[in-house]
């Protein structure tokens, strides 16, 4: 089983994805024939998240989709970034008191 760091890592890595993922779709709204991007993610045997990228079935834009799958990618960023710095902070006062 991974630790926290690298667990909250995985999943700041995992929404920087859906980040560019969205953003892609949003700039290519106007785009003809533009296929959007979706973004699968899938729990890791250890912990963590794995993300796969593929391209919609069928071409045209969905606007809200992208702009909900932005808001959720930047709160799981930033409650993973949360995460992580806890996770320091931890390990820091641990060496503290062992020190």
């Known amino acids: 089983m991974l630790d926290a760091t690298s667990t909250a890592l995985s999943g700041m890595q995992a929404a ?3 980040l560019q993922v969205a953003g892609q779709n949003i700039a290519n709204l106007g785009t003809a024939g533009y ?3 979706q973004l699968a993610a899938t729990a890791g045997a250890e912990g963590g998240v794995a993300t796969t ?4 079935a069928a071409p045209g834009a969905a606007p809200e989709a992208d702009m909900v799958g932005l808001l959720q990618a930047k709160n799981s960023f930033l409650a993973n970034l949360a995460v992580f710095k806890t996770s320091d902070r931890m390990a820091g006062a641990l060496l503290d ?3």
């Open 53 to 56: 990228v593929t391209a919609a």
């Open 97 to 99: 008191i062992a020190g």
């Open 16 to 18: 920087w994805q859906g």
């Open 35 to 37: 296929r959007r991007q």
